[in-house]
């Protein structure tokens, strides 16, 4: 089943994975940011979305921004003693000048794009579980505007707005670009749960236009 | 796509055996020495390849050795370079302070400790390649202590000794090549390229299955990093791991193209290279798909010409004036890409400030684009800016240190995509114009009618853009306040010769910002002036003047807004211009 949503939001960062810490995004969103939107929305252990294809409807403009983030992670025995304890600091301070790593990054902005999508049935799903249940599900939220958290744009910090694109709507028509993107990260393989790879396919834009393979097409590498 | 057009760099500059950077497992190393033997291993003499550069600085050529991998911790010294490395690994010579002060019988240890490392890489290159000329000669030097007393006899050992950790290595009397050089050891160097059982993944750059790198090389050369060099990828700290991966399995690279696009930027960013130049803390590199000629030029536009060409400024606007009609590239290379890599220090990192890609034509046409925004009236001699003389005028004393590097990045930024210069750059140069008592300058009034032609060109296309003359028609109230106060300023200049502080000094502000009260004061004193003039016959042509200026002003405003204000610095520096363009037998004519 094919859904589509326009989603626009001021900031956004589909960062590299070679350039995580001082990030710098990828000129267009990833297939894997595309479906956490979707994820968003709805999510059951029962379906699976697959992003088809991203209309890219602004130009791609960037901003350089530099925060102050913090460089130690809050260790898992520390949560444990102190669950134990029933009390206990677990709090980080980004002030605290040994934590504190200024992280510079090149993100882009004023973004806006149509992406489609159409969710599979999992292994997951019962007998109870029908397509056409989730559909239902699916545009009545998304009509309303609900979501199981705010849809983010690469990084939570960046949330994006959303609206549902029903058929025969008047629709902006996405900008006159065409290049190759490279190699662009896909999404991950959530096989081992220890240890997700990614996976990589070949982007190109095409009058602002970009086709995502399947999951599981040779294209997608990984 | 940044490591993807390195990689492209470097395998264009393999095409070309001129050019090629080193191969997989070599790097360039600078070597300040060379022990040269005879095929025996007789020690003949030490050579100083160091030139006098530019400066007057002695620099030591750059030879492609074997890569030294890196070696770190306690027990580094068991990690010798094959056949080059510094004088404790070659001789045993511990580290001194001075070249004649006596050495710390630790140091004396570990010199003698490293001896022994780099004696046995030696001796296993041997058992490998027995038939090597160079490296058996090697191997019976270093195994005869009389050749390396007569080494240290030699003339120039002292010289050497100076150098701290000057790194040596061997050259045969009658071989071009360096004994690291030589066919064999490029053999034994192919085979025992370390890898270090890392696993194997999908490249994101190539797509290709390969062996994954664990620590990219670093990138030296990015002004303000450490001086051991620093990475784009890096994960240095826990929190910038993700799903518990560690170092570079967070983003796999594989090794060979680690290597590639690491040996293609340190390339690009190489002292003295004409491809790179620096913006106050950015560094900045530029190059193209295929070789361009304005690969060379474009740096010429940003920053200041090197000391030794001075010219090169006026030589690059000209290969831009030449290559385009009408605006529109002509040249059949338009289609090239070309690639601009603005690079910013943090500590052990590298943050990207900015990444162009286009086509040749495009960057061409937008750059003679921004020389005709710039285009202001000027004296014969002043010569076109630079976008770095510019930008210094917005920062305090003009030096390049306190430039804001965002400004400098968004400025670059709106430059090659032909968007309007950011509002920030107007604010600053207007501020500094004002704490600086009306200091309109050449290279301000330039950027004011940059900023200001740019943003009607893209958001109003009816206005009217900035002359680059003196424009007596202009109706726009901020102009001609700017001109009626250069008029008066005159004025009073031509009254009272001599004077310190004129209207300038002490009105320039109020009068930019809140017109209306200020003028009024400045229009009471002016018929003062007027009496005052020394030749009763200047009275009239100054009425004049300020009559036709007068004519377009309703009334003064009580507020400019930062746009108006722009245009009265503009007004203001066309007015005073133009009495130096007119011949100056009419002295004391405004």
């Known amino acids: 089943m094919g859904f589509c949503l326009e989603v626009s939001g001021d900031f956004a960062c589909f960062t590299r994975p070679e350039m995580k810490v001082e990030r710098v995004s990828y000129d267009v969103i990833t297939p894997s940011a595309a479906r956490s939107i979707f994820d968003a929305i709805l999510w059951k252990p029962a379906i699976e979305w697959q992003v088809t294809k991203i209309e890219v409807l602004n130009p791609i403009r960037w901003i350089n921004l530099r925060r102050n983030e913090i460089k130690g992670v809050i260790s898992a025995s520390n949560v444990r003693s102190a669950m134990k304890a029933g009390c206990g600091t677990l709090g980080f301070y980004v002030d605290d000048g040994d934590n504190r790593q200024q992280r510079a990054g090149l993100f882009l902005r004023d973004v806006s794009y149509r992406i489609h999508a159409e969710f599979s049935l999992t292994q997951a799903a019962g007998a109870a579980d029908l397509t056409g249940k989730y559909a239902e599900m699916f545009r009545r939220r998304a009509k309303k505007g609900q979501c199981f958290n705010q849809p983010y744009l690469g990084c939570r910090e960046f949330s994006c707005d959303f609206s549902l694109v029903e058929e025969g709507a008047d629709l902006k028509s996405p900008i006159d670009d065409t290049r190759d993107l490279g190699w662009m990260m896909y999404d991950m393989d959530y096989t081992d749960l220890k240890s997700p790879t990614p996976l990589f396919f070949r982007a190109e834009i095409k009058n602002g236009v970009v086709l995502v393979p399947s999951k599981n097409s040779a294209e997608v590498r990984g | ?590």
Not at chain 2, 90 to 95: D, E, R, S, T, Y
Not at chain 2, 137 to 163: G, H, M, P, R, T
Not at chain 2, 245 to 267: C, D, H, I, M, R
Not at chain 2, 436 to 464: D, H, M, P, S, W
């Open chain 2, 1 to 590: 796509m940044i490591l993807q057009a390195l990689c492209e760099y470097y395998q264009r500059k393999a095409l070309d055996p001129q050019e090629a950077l080193a191969p997989f497992g070599f790097e360039e190393k600078e070597i300040p020495f060379l022990i040269v033997l005879n095929s025996d291993g007789k020690f003949i003499q030490l050579l100083d390849t160091r030139d006098k550069d530019a400066v007057g600085k002695l620099r030591s050529r750059s030879h492609l050795v074997p890569k030294g991998w890196g070696r770190q911790g306690s027990k580094s010294y068991e990690i010798a370079y094959p056949l080059w490395d510094h004088y404790g690994y070659v001789l045993a010579q511990p580290k001194l302070d001075k070249p004649d002060a006596a050495p710390n019988p630790k140091d004396v240890e570990m010199a003698a400790k490293q001896h022994k490392a780099f004696c046995n890489i030696v001796d296993s290159i041997y058992e490998v390649f027995p038939n090597d000329k160079g490296v058996f000669a090697v191997k019976a030097f270093l195994a005869n202590e009389v050749e390396k007393d007569k080494l240290k006899q030699s003339a120039d050992w002292l010289e050497c000794l100076k150098i701290k950790g000057c790194n040596l290595s061997f050259k045969l009397v009658d071989a071009e090549y360096l004994v690291c050089q030589s066919p064999d050891v490029k053999r034994w160097v192919a085979q025992s390229i370390k890898s270090d059982d890392s696993d194997t993944g999908v490249c994101l750059v190539s797509g290709e299955r390969a062996s994954i790198a664990r620590l990219h090389p670093v990138i030296k050369g990015v002004g303000g990093t450490q001086s051991g060099g620093a990475a784009i990828a890096s994960f240095n700290k826990d929190s910038f791991n993700s799903w518990n991966k560690e170092q570079g399995a967070n983003s796999p690279v594989s090794e060979k193209t680690a290597f590639e696009y690491t040996t293609a930027l340190n390339y690009l960013l190489r002292t003295q290279c004409p491809n790179r130049f620096q913006m106050g803390e950015i560094s900045v590199v530029c190059w193209a798909e295929k070789n361009n000629s304005l690969e060379q030029a474009f740096p010429n536009f940003f920053t200041d010409p090197p000391s030794d060409n001075p010219d090169a400024g006026v030589a690059a606007l000209k290969h831009i004036a030449g290559s385009l009609h009408n605006g529109a590239y002509q040249q059949p290379d338009g289609k090239d890409k070309f690639y601009l890599l603005g690079l910013s220090p943090n500590a052990a990192r590298i943050a990207v400030r900015f990444w162009q890609v286009g086509t040749v034509a495009e960057f061409s046409e937008r750059i003679g684009q921004w020389f005709s925004d710039i285009e202001i009236s000027k004296s014969e001699k002043q010569l076109v800016p630079a976008l770095k003389s510019l930008l210094r005028t917005t920062a305090l004393l003009g030096e390049d240190k306190n430039m804001s590097p965002h400004l400098v990045g968004e400025t670059v930024r709106a430059i090659l995509q032909g968007l309007p210069l950011p509002e920030n750059l107007l604010q600053s140069v207007i501020k500094r114009i004002k704490a600086e008592k009306g200091a309109v300058t050449f290279y301000r009034a330039a950027l004011i009618k940059a900023c200001l032609n740019r943003k009607f060109r893209f958001y109003r296309q009816t206005e009217q853009e900035v002359t680059v003359g003196l424009n007596k028609d202009e109706q726009r109230v901020g102009y001609r306040l700017g001109r009626l106060f250069a008029v008066l300023e005159k004025l009073q200049e031509d009254a009272n010769p001599g004077l310190n502080a004129t209207i300038r000094d002490r009105y320039y502000s109020s009068a930019s910002c809140t017109p209306k009260s200020v003028f009024g004061t400045l229009m009471r004193l002016h018929t003062h002036h007027l009496k005052k003039l020394p030749n009763p016959a200047w009275q009239g042509a100054a009425e004049k003047n300020i009559g036709e200026i007068m004519d377009g002003i309703k009334e003064f405003p009580s507020h400019l807004n930062l746009e108006e204000q722009g245009l009265f610095a503009v007004g203001y520096y066309h007015q005073r211009q133009h009495r130096f363009v007119k011949n100056e037998s009419t002295e004391g004519a405004v």
